[in-house]
Each structure stands twice: as structure tokens, then as C-alpha cells.
């Protein structure tokens, strides 16, 4: 998510102030990945409660697909100007790709959903504690271990350099 992040901001920012345009580019993006992958429409407090109670009837590539086409999107969104934000759209990618990993890897697909939403989340924000705070609203209080190691080894990841001059930089103007 970083990664993007920062591309789509830089992207954003080189094409100066117009908004309509932005949103417009924005919204055409959304509605072809929607087209393909409904999912990735709707910010996903929903769709976590439907995906659910269906994922086990779809493919592994189709829910890897789903959650980081998601993650794409909702950086993209974020940055052309539309309204919201990160945090539901990333750990519904989060929770699609757990999924998709169980089914791959065939792990335990509630272990594997709390230890991938919470690294995805713990990468996104970058502070772990809050990732893991947040999780509270999506996880139950017994996955606290699961979802605090995941989240640490998500937000200590290493991110490239201009990757991280972007972020400080996205800090500093905020």
C-alpha cells in the first residue's frame, strides 16, 4: 500500500489542481477493476460480512486478485481526491488475501485472515499498536497474540528509500 501510496500521490501531484479530472480518471479506474472484481467496488465492512460467507466457493486467484487490486485502488482513490479513507478498504484486502493464502496454503483460514489482515494493516499504518487497536473492531480479543506479531512484522517491513521520503513527505504537508 505504500508503495502506491506514494506513486499515486506523485502521480496526483504532477497533474496539478483538477479535481474533476482526478475523480473522473479515478471513478473510470474503479468501475473497470469493478467490472471484473465486484468486490473491489464498496469499502468493505460489507463485503468482509458477504466474502465471509462465501470465499471457500472462489479461487485462490481470485481473492489474491480481489485484495490487492483493492489495496491498488484504494490508494489510487485516496489520492485523486475522493473522500474516505484506507482503513476498511485495507483490511477487507487484507482479510480477501488471508483467505486466498489458507486456500493456497492450506492453513487455517481464521489464523491465517488475523495474521495477514494485521501485517497488511501493521504495513499500511506503520504503527502496530493502532493497527492492532483497530483490528479490535473486525477480530475477536483472543487473536491479540496472532494479530500483534503480524501487525510488528508489517509495519517494520523495510520500505525503499523514495518509498520512505514520500511518506515523511505526505506527513509533513498534512
Known amino acids: ?9 506523485r502521480i496526483a501531484a504532477r497533474m496539478g489542481e483538477k479535481p474533476v479530472m482526478k475523480a473522473v480518471i ?21 463485503q ?24 491498488a485502488i484504494t490508494a489510487l ?3 485523486m481526491g475522493w473522500r474516505g479513507g484506507h482503513f476498511f478498504p485495507v483490511i477487507f484486502a487484507g482479510i480477501s488475501i488471508g483467505y486466498g493464502l ?30 492492532v487497536l483497530l483490528l479490535f473492531l473486525c477480530f475477536p480479543f483472543h487473536s491479540v497474540l496472532v494479530l500483534a506479531v503480524a501487525a510488528v512484522i508489517g509495519a517494520y517491513l523495510p520500505l525503499p528509500k523514495a518509498v520512505k521520503d514520500g511518506l515523511h513527505g505526505a506527513d509533513k504537508v498534512e
Request: hydrophobic fraction near 60%.
Open 1 to 9: 500500500f505504500c508503495v502506491l501510496d506514494v506513486s499515486f500521490s
Open 26 to 46: 479515478a471513478g473510470l479506474l474503479l468501475g473497470l477493476c469493478g467490472i471484473a472484481l465486484p468486490f473491489t467496488m464498496f469499502a468493505g465492512e460489507v
Open 48 to 71: 468482509a460480512e458477504e466474502l465471509n460467507e462465501m470465499w471457500f466457493t472462489m479461487s485462490v486467484a481470485l481473492l489474491l486478485l480481489t485484495g490487492f487490486v483493492k489495496i
Open 77 to 79: 482513490c485516496v489520492n
Open 102 to 131: 489458507s486456500m493456497l496454503v492450506g492453513i487455517d483460514p481464521v489464523f491465517c485472515v488475523c495474521a495477514v489482515t494485521a501485517a497488511v494493516v501493521g504495513g499500511t499504518m506503520r504503527r502496530p499498536l493502532m493497527a
